[in-house]
């Protein structure tokens, strides 16, 4: 298989919040910034990123309509839509395109606009990823799916209520070291759990899991700017390489999986990507997962490879998760605390890393940072991208 | 009429599959639409549950109960519940019944009650 | 001549019981003091609430201009048994309700306007109220409307108040909804939370002054961007905006 290098030069993104501009702007301002960042006026093409365009904002082909807005036509543009995984499927897009050859510079961003409806209107919309003649119709939401599997999780291998809730402090902490977050809020175990109001302050949202389990709903883009090693070598910026690439998919009804408290796509999406790379997970310096619940941190985390499968809970207990452990999980804040604009976040991950890798995530900085993983979930676990970046000099 | 939730059984191997695909998971080798159906059993066991509170617009309830339920025959199901006390491994037993009415759009499903 | 006009004018007060303050340890692991004010503090109250009258987002300019209204009607004596509580976490104002007493069987429950999100401070500060007209005043019922799709999920539906439509309610005449004796029992343990009495100090830092929130809900940095984010090319949608373009402001 003859493949290019793929590196990337240029990162940017936007504040995760709510956001009061056109979904169109929210892209295009990360791709300017990323452009800035790279030090480039044109690409060879463009992929976007974005799940709900067409239900959350009634706007459709919204690769199209960032492509002009930025001004970069006649190059070639498409919208990826991959659910949550809509991020990493177009950095991976992105990736194939280099790799190939066919093109030498290509920009990934990924944008959503969650907010222009209510907060019901958005559980719907994003409810409409299950199966919907054996899940959809039910009104299984993606927290209930979360909240089954949870439970489960639980029975099993002994993860507790405090141990999601120690996720939640970390990366809500994580968070604050973080500009573009969403949650800027410092929370305690003590009052989402212990106090006597904690039932106030941390309501079920989908039993076992509470309000502080679940990950806001944001607006916000992110983009990266991916280039052959011709390219690149001209970037004044450390190098960071995308070297691997791996997805896998599952059984869309999450009833339907062989063991339901496995997520083999995560398994076998993590296990191309590395070997992609020619790494084992305990190379991996620091990784950015995907946490829309407390709970999938850290089943992903022992997926991955990281920590053996039961164990997840264990490894967080002792800190080997947070910031200055063994294995740095989500030091953005994850989506539990940077927050997930579904079509951003994948590309947001990607972010994350490669300022890592590049050194410059200065107070959230992971020491010696050189090998980078992401890991983009999309619907309940059937359909899994991961990345692994390294730091090439 | 009692309603029923189907299962699919392809006709070339004879795997069970809830819900409908359209190439067998077992043998892969039906033609398009080629399965037998077969309806699904009322009674089984609760494999796991949960109380949902952030709910769409469909469901003006404060809480909604689902479960994912392993039927007699194997197959799983999700469901509703409407069990007071719900305990994994129960024995439950279920109801085609309403579940979700959009507007004017109604849909039927599985409802699982203590057995 | 002046006093006796205003004793026409203004409504005699009924005697009613203090709302005994509470306090309870927020999900940040801050204590938050829930507190009855009385009318020589509205106007420290008033002036934090007049800046979100612009801010036009999820009904806050709407609310803001009610509550600033009933405030100031309860600050010059036009309005008949109305009730205020703050908020506070380490003095700073975090949530404003009010209503009032209708009679000796029925409350009204006015607004709930919390100035600082993620916190779930609206929730406590609501529980606080329908505490108050239950427990403390001993009404039979309450009488709740929304202005918000979110208020009217987390009230309307999550305690299943009971209609009243024949009852119109004095935010605006729409049909009103009641929370009843009953219904307020069956949901005690999520509606009576917090905790009595609050400690000397925490008290005394409340009660010493009214500070300003912290990071309050402000108007986009972006006006004519959040316009066009409502799917407007005239730079109208904002009413901010539009007396902007206008020169008024």
Request: aromatic letters at 8%; one cysteine or more; charged letters at 25%.
């Amino acid at each position: 298989m003859i493949m290019r290098d793929v590196f990337v030069i240029g990162i940017g993104i936007t504040s995760f919040t709510r956001l009061e501009y056109p979904l169109t702007e929210i892209a295009a301002y990360a791709a300017m910034m990323a452009m800035k960042d790279a030090g480039i006026s044109k690409v060879d093409h463009l992929y976007v990123a974005n799940m709900g365009s067409g239900r959350l904002n009634r706007q459709l082909a919204l690769g199209s309509a960032v492509v002009d807005s930025l001004s970069l036509t006649p190059a070639g543009a498409e919208t990826i839509e991959n659910g949550p995984a809509s991020g990493a499927s177009a950095v991976k897009q992105g990736f194939l395109a280099v790799a190939s050859g066919l093109h030498d510079v290509v920009m990934v961003a990924g944008a959503e606009r969650m907010r222009e409806v209510n907060p019901f209107d958005a559980t719907d919309t994003v409810a409409m990823m299950t199966h919907p003649l054996a899940e959809y119709i039910y009104g299984v939401t993606l927290p209930s799916l979360a909240g089954m599997f949870t439970r489960l999780y639980m029975e099993k291998y002994g993860v507790t209520e405090r141990h999601l809730a120690m996720v939640a402090v970390k990366n809500q902490d994580n968070a604050l070291l973080n500009k573009f977050a969403h949650i800027q809020q410092k929370i305690t175990v003590e009052g989402i759990l212990d106090s006597p109001e904690a039932m106030t302050n941390n309501p079920f949202v989908a039993e076992p899991l509470r309000f502080f389990d679940c990950c806001p709903v944001s607006d916000g883009g992110a983009c990266v700017i991916l280039a052959c090693a011709d390219v690149a070598k001209k970037s004044k910026k450390p190098l960071v390489r995308l070297a691997g690439v791996g997805q896998a998919t599952d059984t869309h009804c999450v009833h339907e999986r062989k063991e339901p408290t496995d997520l083999l796509a995560v398994r076998g999406a993590a296990a191309q990507s590395l070997k992609m790379a020619g790494v084992k997970p305990s190379d991996v310096n620091v990784a950015e997962l995907h946490d829309a619940f407390t709970i999938l941190e850290i089943a992903q985390s022992e997926e991955v490879g990281f920590f053996k499968k039961g164990e997840g809970h264990l490894a967080l207990e002792k800190g080997q998760t947070s910031l200055k452990g063994k294995i740095p999980i989500n030091p953005s804040g994850g989506l539990k605390g940077r927050g997930h604009p579904v079509g951003a976040t994948g590309v947001a991950q990607a972010y994350e890393i490669t300022l890592q890798l590049r050194g410059e995530a200065k107070e959230r900085q992971v020491k010696k940072a050189r090998v980078g993983f992401t890991c983009n979930f999309g619907g309940f676990g059937n359909n899994v991208v991961c990345l692994t970046f390294m730091r090439e000099d | 009429m009692a309603l029923e939730i189907y299962a699919y059984k392809c006709k070339k191997c004879g795997h069970l599959h809830y819900p409908f695909r359209m190439r067998c998971k077992e043998c892969g080798k039906n033609d398009q639409f080629e399965f037998e159906t077969v309806p699904l059993p009322r009674k089984g066991k609760l494999l796991t549950f949960t109380y949902v509170y952030n709910l769409p617009p469909a469901y003006a309830v404060a809480k909604l109960g689902l479960g994912i339920v392993e039927l007699e025959n194997g197959l799983r199901i999700t469901g509703q519940i409407q069990i007071p006390e719900p305990k994994i491994g129960m024995k439950v037993t279920g109801a085609v019944e309403a579940v979700r009415e959009d507007e004017y759009d109604r849909r039927y499903g599985m409802v699982f009650y203590a057995a | 001549m002046a006093t006796n006009l205003e004793k026409i004018l203004r409504p005699v007060d009924t005697p009613l019981p203090p709302y005994p303050p509470k306090h309870m340890l927020l999900a940040n692991g801050q204590e938050m003091v829930i507190r009855q004010v009385g009318r020589d503090e509205i106007p420290d109250i008033l002036r934090h609430i007049y800046p979100l009258i612009l801010v036009e987002r999820d009904f806050y300019d709407l609310v803001s201009a009610r509550v600033y209204a009933e405030l100031l009607a309860y600050y010059q004596h036009r309005v008949q048994d109305e009730y205020v509580f703050v908020a506070q976490t380490d003095g700073e104002l975090v949530a404003i309700v009010n209503g009032r007493s209708v009679n000796a069987e029925v409350g009204m429950s006015y607004h709930t306007l919390a100035l600082r999100r993620g916190l779930r401070i609206g929730a406590h500060a609501f529980a606080s109220k329908m505490e108050y007209h239950i427990d403390i005043l001993k009404h039979k019922e309450v009488l709740v409307v929304a202005e918000s799709p979110i208020g009217f999920r987390r009230w309307m539906i999550e305690y299943r108040l009971e209609k009243r439509f024949d009852i119109p309610h004095e935010l605006g005449g729409v049909p009103s909804y009641a929370l009843t004796k009953e219904l307020f029992d069956g949901a005690r343990k999520k509606l009576v939370v917090g905790r009595r009495p609050v400690p000397k100090k925490l008290l005394e830092k409340a009660q010493a002054a009214i500070l300003p929130p912290s990071d309050p809900p402000r108007p986009p940095a972006d006006l004519l961007a959040a316009t066009r984010s409502k799917g407007d090319v005239t730079g109208t949608a904002l009413m901010l905006q539009r007396w902007k373009q206008e020169g008024k402001v």
